[in-house]
């Protein structure tokens, strides 16, 4: 029986990596945005599936969003604990070949009864644009554009996922 859902998995996955386009369907999203897709591994009858590419990045991007849930901040700190190099260039990359400029946006933290540290989702923000800057993005594709507001939802104390957001065009 396993190895029956073991062997339709790899079909499946076979299938998919060969369209090129990912027909499968990412595990749900922890950021509580919609249709924000992330870099986080997707999951298939429970077994780990690859990250996004490359291509399906740049395709959520045009979409208008792409959740780095890779990446987590320190507790109470603007410093990224974990995301790697790699995964930074990759980003980088995938935001020079879509279209648009774009913005970082960290959601802010709070804990129960408490208001949203905005000051630390924007200092988190900025520390992310850095990073990725550092790792080959372009500077005037993303921008640091002070007229969007912070993400309307709040994150619970360590569950913050930063979000890469294009800027509408007027």
């Given at each position: 029986?396993?190895?029956?859902?073991?062997?339709?998995?790899?079909?499946?996955?076979?299938?998919?990596?060969?369209?090129?386009?990912?027909?499968?369907?990412?595990?749900?999203?922890?950021?509580?945005?919609?249709?924000?897709?992330?870099?986080?591994?997707?999951?298939?009858?429970?077994?780990?599936?690859?990250?996004?590419?490359?291509?399906?990045?740049?395709?959520?991007?045009?979409?208008?969003?792409?959740?780095?849930?890779?990446?987590?901040?320190?507790?109470?700190q603007?410093?990224i604990?974990?995301?790697?190099?790699?995964?930074?260039?990759?980003?980088?990359?995938?935001?020079?070949?879509?279209?648009?400029?774009?913005?970082?946006?960290?959601?802010?933290?709070?804990?129960?009864?408490?208001?949203?540290?905005?000051?630390?989702?924007?200092?988190?923000?900025?520390?992310?644009?850095?990073?990725?800057?550092?790792?080959?993005?372009?500077?005037?594709?993303?921008?640091?554009?002070?007229?969007?507001?912070?993400?309307?939802?709040?994150?619970?104390?360590?569950?913050?996922?930063?979000?890469?957001?294009?800027?509408?065009?007027?």
């Amino acid at each position: 029986m396993w190895f029956r859902i073991l062997l339709l998995a790899q079909v499946l996955l076979a299938t998919s990596s060969s369209r090129g386009s990912g027909s499968v369907s990412p595990a749900p999203q922890s950021s509580g945005v919609d249709g924000c897709a992330g870099t986080q591994p997707r999951v298939l009858l429970g077994l780990v599936v690859r990250p996004l590419t490359l291509e399906q990045m740049v395709s959520e991007l045009e979409r208008g969003c792409l959740a780095l849930e890779e990446v987590r901040f320190r507790a109470g700190q603007d410093t990224i604990e974990s995301l790697s190099p790699s995964r930074f260039a990759l980003v980088a990359r995938a935001l020079g070949m879509a279209h648009g400029d774009y913005r970082v946006t960290v959601p802010p933290e709070a804990a129960r009864g408490w208001p949203p540290d905005t000051l630390q989702a924007r200092r988190r923000g900025t520390r992310l644009r850095d990073e990725l800057l550092h790792y080959g993005a372009s500077w005037d594709r993303l921008v640091d554009y002070p007229g969007l507001p912070v993400p309307p939802h709040v994150a619970p104390l360590g569950g913050a996922v930063p979000m890469l957001v294009r800027i509408p065009e007027h």
